[in-house]
């Protein structure tokens, strides 16, 4: 199975900071990687899909890079709506595996 | 509107049984992959089952295996998942969850599955 690990799993940060964050993969999953974002008592929201595309109706300050093994998400702008956790999951295989989270708080 | 809907959620003893289901609307349901996903409380999200949309590939996660089976019937819209043998580390909120260029960009607002006695 294709381990995702990110980090850091948590980060204070202010509204309008630029936050980035890391997924990594246990083995090259090409492109195939999105990222979600949970607010509690919330069904998941797809932000980035395939490595780097925008997910329709997401707001422009959310971006993507990466391929191979290791991936970013950033926020370029930080909003109150924002701060929540975010979760990478691989496509490229069965099962397919998210990572452990990232928690954005209030600084 | 686009719109996925789960139930049959509920309290069930170790060892027990649930199946539940997913009501789709709004889009063509027989022309879209579809997952299940849970979330137990206080953690992350865990990947559970995959069907294609014609039902004709499935996968499980390893801890699902031989005791969970999903399922679909196109003509009624519908997203099952049924789930033997469960057990107290199967609480959780399950959703159903629409895949679309390998992400998911559909989903219910869950219901809640807690193995209890």
């Known amino acids: 199975d294709i381990q995702m690990t990110q980090s850091p799993s948590s980060l204070s940060a202010s509204v309008g900071d630029r936050v980035t964050f890391t997924c990594r993969a246990s083995q090259s999953i090409s492109n195939y990687l999105n990222w979600y974002q949970l607010k509690p008592g919330k069904a998941p929201k797809l932000l980035i899909y395939a490595a780097s595309s925008l997910q329709s109706g997401v707001p422009s300050r959310f971006s993507g890079s990466g391929s191979g093994t290791d991936f970013t998400l950033s926020i370029s702008s930080l909003q109150p709506e924002d701060f929540a956790t975010y979760y990478c999951q691989q496509s490229y295989s069965t099962p397919r595996t998210f990572g452990q989270g990232t928690k954005v708080e209030i600084k | 509107e686009v719109q996925l809907v789960e139930s049959g959620g509920g309290l069930v003893q170790p060892g027990g049984s649930l199946r539940l289901s997913c009501a789709a609307s709004?889009?063509?349901?027989?022309?879209?992959?579809m997952n299940w996903v849970r979330q137990a409380p206080g953690k992350g999200l865990e990947w559970v089952s995959y069907?294609?949309?014609?039902?004709?590939?499935?996968h499980y996660a390893d801890s699902m295996k031989g005791r969970f089976t999903i399922s679909r019937d196109n003509a009624k819209n519908s997203l099952y998942l049924q789930m033997n043998s469960l057990r107290a580390e199967d609480t959780a909120v399950y959703y159903c969850?629409?895949?679309?260029?390998?992400?998911?960009?559909?989903w219910g607002q869950g219901t809640v599955v807690t193995v209890s006695s």
């Open positions: 969850a629409r895949e679309l260029y390998g992400g998911i960009d559909i």
């Open positions: 709004g889009f063509n349901f027989n022309t879209y992959e």
């Open positions: 069907i294609s949309s014609r039902g004709g590939t499935i």
